[in-house]
């Protein structure tokens, strides 16, 4: 027999930490696990799953690197027979908005006859803070590809608490929430806004996606995180994902964070140094 525990895959990545954090504060009890904990639990090592799902009724599942790439329709399908036989009832994955193959691996869970929901998210802005391009904002230049798309940048802390309400409101169970910030703005300008709240100048310097990925590549970025990277910005930025939805709002009945209250609430933690 299960309890009503909840396994949370990638429990050290941004939105895994604080979806553990909320679920824990509510008195929820939790499974957190990733290659370092114990149990461990490894994307590429499927034998190391049974244990570490075993006791749970529940998961949020976060793929590493990202769900788009080839192959995580596969590992979620996998994972998904590994939940039935450990006898979790409800699933809810992490994704991405524009991605084909993460439209496949949704797909995977939609069809597998466990109750499930599928968070689909934009550009997260802690990527500025708590991602890959935190040390190029510290440095006074950030260099990428795409200056001028728009894009509605997301708060993962209002990622974290859509997925809490899926795993605790059995009605929202079912159903798809493709979460986004309440407004549409460019890296450029948000490098701008980072800037402003630094009171400190940051040079924006917009690259080719080759120059972008050939940088990587000479900084031996592991080769799947190549392939991200390029997709990422050949494809996912190409003004596919330059509109709004509503997510947030239909999960948890409130707006959506700005981009400018995610700036001003990350200057105050000194997160910028």
């Not at 260099?143 to 708060?155: G, H, T």
């Not at 549409?184 to 690259?207: D, G, H, T, W, Y």
């Not at 596919?240 to 509503?246: A, P, T, Y």
């Amino acid at each position: 027999m299960t309890s009503h525990t909840t396994l949370i895959v990638g429990v050290n990545g941004k939105t895994g930490r604080r979806v553990n954090s909320l679920l824990t504060e509510a008195g929820r009890l939790t499974r957190g696990v990733s290659r370092s904990t114990s149990p461990s639990f490894d994307w590429l090592n499927p034998s190391t799953w049974q244990a570490a799902m075993q006791g749970c009724d529940s998961a949020y599942v976060c793929y590493q690197p990202d769900l788009a790439v080839p192959a995580a329709q596969a590992a979620i399908a996998e994972f998904i027979e590994h939940a039935k036989q450990a006898g979790i009832q409800h699933v809810v994955l992490l994704s991405g908005r524009g991605e084909d193959g993460a439209v496949a691996a949704e797909r995977q869970l939609i069809k597998s006859g466990l109750s499930w929901n599928v968070v689909r998210a934009s550009w997260f802005s802690q990527n500025f803070s708590e991602g890959f391009l935190i040390e190029s904002v510290n440095s006074g230049q950030v260099a990428l590809p795409r200056a001028d798309v728009l894009e509605p940048f997301v708060d993962v802390d209002d990622i974290a608490e859509v997925a809490v309400a899926c795993l605790t409101q059995p009605a929202l169970h079912n159903q798809l929430f493709e979460v986004t910030g309440p407004e549409l703005l460019s890296l450029r300008e948000c490098v701008a806004m980072i800037a402003n709240a630094k009171q400190r100048p940051i040079e924006f310097v917009e690259l080719s996606v080759e120059q972008f990925v050939g940088a990587l590549k000479q900084q031996q970025f592991p080769d799947d995180m190549l392939w991200l990277m390029n997709e990422l910005f050949s494809e996912v930025m190409d003004g596919r994902n330059s509109h709004l939805c509503h997510g947030v709002e239909q999960a948890l009945g409130r707006p959506a964070k700005s981009f400018a209250d995610y700036v001003s609430a990350t200057a105050a933690q000194d997160m910028w140094s």
